[in-house]
């Protein structure tokens, strides 16, 4: 970097991409259904062997097939409500999300598997926020270092951001 911050003083940003958000959140919503289907059916297995005639053996299957019923529930609900809190911030920066200035302080090419070549920037934005995204090689080839580009972020949390740029793409 030429900017004259020291890395250490700077907060990392990753980009926020709606489209990214909503698909990682429905399949996170699919694995939480698939849970509750387990759920349900551990429990229901779990109360069978509790109403079979008393003994210790029925008693620590019906209980283990409860307890994983439960442990299903809870371990879905723990990656599910995350992934709905990331939507939301998402959304929020769509509607709320304020365009404010930043500069461009590197920027370099990658290839992917197939050798396709994308343009990574990385920008300084609100005194100490570092935005690295890349964006299609059209756009990477227009912009240098020094360059003012405008970035979307909320208001009051900076760390939810992305380019303002259209041609900005997620990265493979």
Do not use: W
Request: charged share 15%; with cysteine.
């Amino acid at each position: 970097m030429n900017d004259s911050r020291s890395a250490s003083t700077l907060i990392v940003v990753k980009p926020t991409f709606l489209r990214q958000k909503a698909f990682y959140a429905i399949f996170v919503a699919i694995i939480f259904i698939a849970s509750l289907f387990l759920a349900l059916v551990m429990l229901e297995n779990g109360i069978s062997f509790l109403r079979l005639p008393a003994s210790l053996s029925n008693y620590v299957i019906g209980a283990a097939f409860i307890l994983v019923g439960v442990l299903a529930i809870a371990g879905s609900l723990v990656i599910f409500l995350p992934a709905l809190n990331q939507v939301r911030l998402a959304i929020n920066l769509e509607r709320q999300g304020q365009v404010v200035e930043g500069m461009v302080v590197e920027k370099y090419l990658e290839k992917d598997k197939d050798n396709k070549r994308y343009g990574f920037i990385a920008c300084v934005f609100n005194g100490n926020y570092l935005l690295e995204q890349n964006i299609n090689t059209t756009e990477y080839m227009k912009l240098n270092e020094g360059d003012q580009i405008n970035i979307r972020c909320l208001p009051n949390n900076s760390t939810i951001a992305r380019l303002e740029n259209a041609h900005a793409r997620i990265a493979p």
